[in-house]
């Protein structure tokens, strides 16, 4: 495995400029899976490149080719890429990190993507009566947490080159957006459950875990637009025609703060115990991007969380040191037995169990190591998180490590 890993870098490394990593983990995270795939979408773009030739002229025939790739080319290599994230990384990685004890995959749906096909997915699951309420919900969100994390990637890629890619835009607006999309596709009708669809299966068993109150489709609906308020969408809708008028890259423009360039956005996450409203905070300095976020809300009770991503936070000769710190205070999920169950899940938590609340932390320690291969380098992530969620990470308290290979990082 480290061996193909290794030589699908090296195949990266002759033919772009652009920085990528490879990685793998115990359970195959939504950060595996942004950066894999990611990776696999820039050979495919290689290779539609070498096949069909790059269009820069901006006569009407120039204009025509550079639609129909787009269009015909890569929108459906972003859908896959995103559903493939979604399914397999995300609902697929939820149900991995419980236990096959409990819960396990019976198989995976992805079907031809739009203009081919109706481009969509599924996960087939089967679970027993030890699977709790908060598990399930986690199970549920898990599709469209992995694609903001998919989206992240890109942000991250995007702040460090200062450049929107045009054929990296439309896998941004796949990604980021699955959440939107998705919300606002949900029945009009208050009452209707529509089976398999993703975020009324979330708001149904968040309603059942906490009794008390209730979310209902339409505060979702107008809580969403929120995920408007994000530069990098409209700069993507600018990349993407821009390229198509002009066969040219679009320029990113940044907040200027001295040695520091800055961009945010507002979006909401999905959590087992409720909506999550994220201020994130984008950096560029020395051109190595930074993230930082703020996120809070309230539900049952109020939960609140910070963090900072500095992937390459010191850099020494061929090493690079980063790291990637969460803290959280949130309401406490149980993996126990309630009262009852209902749908064979289990449900029935007192309210004084409800009502209590954890802080919690993820810690982890980045390291890219030059190897003698041109601006290719060896990576390593090591961390600890204690109980509690965050977008990417097991809900339990565990060790996790990530390996892989990376090029032109540094």
């Known amino acids: 495995m480290k061996k193909i890993l290794f030589l699908l870098l090296v195949f990266i490394n002759v033919f772009t400029q652009e920085s990528y990593r490879i990685v793998v983990d115990p359970k195959f995270s939504p950060y595996v899976g942004a950066e894999d795939l990611l990776t ?45 994230e979604h399914e397999v990384f995300g609902h697929g990685y939820r149900i991995r990190d419980i236990s096959n004890s409990i819960v396990k995959v019976q198989g995976y749906k992805i079907d031809l993507p739009f203009p081919y096909g109706n481009g969509g997915g599924a996960t087939f699951f089967e679970y027993n009566e030890k699977l709790t309420s908060f598990q399930r919900s986690a199970i549920s969100i898990g599709g469209v947490e992995a694609d903001a994390i998919f989206a992240n ?32 596709s949900m029945d009009i009708d208050p009452f209707i459950t529509q089976d398999g669809h993703d975020i009324e299966n979330y708001i149904f068993w ?21 995920n408007f308020a994000d530069p990098f969408t409209y700069y993507s809708f600018g990349s993407y025609f821009y390229y198509i008028f002009t066969g040219k890259t679009l320029h990113m423009p940044m907040i200027n703060i001295k040695n520091v360039k800055y961009l945010f956005n507002a979006r909401i996450g999905l959590a087992p115990y409720g909506v999550e409203y994220y201020l994130d905070n984008f950096f560029s300095y020395k051109n190595r991007p930074i993230y930082g976020y703020l996120k809070g809300g309230r539900y049952q009770t109020s939960y609140f969380g910070a963090g900072i991503d500095y992937p390459t936070f010191y850099i020494n000769g061929e090493n690079a040191f980063g790291f990637r710190i969460d803290v959280y205070y949130q309401p406490k999920m149980y993996f126990k037995s309630g009262s009852t169950t209902y749908e064979e899940v289990q449900i029935g938590y007192s309210n004084q169990d409800l009502n209590k609340n954890i802080f919690g932390s993820s810690i982890y320690f980045l390291y890219d190591r030059k190897i003698p291969v041109k601006d290719m380098s060896f990576h390593l992530e090591l961390g600890y998180k204690t109980k509690g969620f965050i977008q990417g990470e097991s809900l339990r308290d565990y060790f996790n490590f990530r390996i892989g290979f990376a090029n032109k990082i540094f």
Do not use: C, W
């Open 40 to 84: 696999a979408y820039q050979i495919s773009e290689f290779y539609v490149k070498k096949t069909f030739g790059e269009s820069k002229n901006i006569t009407p025939i120039g204009i025509i080719k550079r639609t129909a790739e787009m269009i015909f080319i890569y929108q459906p290599l972003a859908n896959l890429a995103v559903v493939t």
């Open 153 to 184: 990637r890109l942000k991250m890629k995007f702040v460090s080159d200062q450049v929107l890619d045009p054929l990296k835009a439309i896998l941004y607006l796949n990604s980021y957006h699955d959440i939107t999309v998705y919300i606002l």
């Open 206 to 226: 968040l309603n059942n875990t906490y009794y008390d109150k209730n979310l209902s489709k339409s505060e979702l609906r107008k809580q969403v637009l929120i």
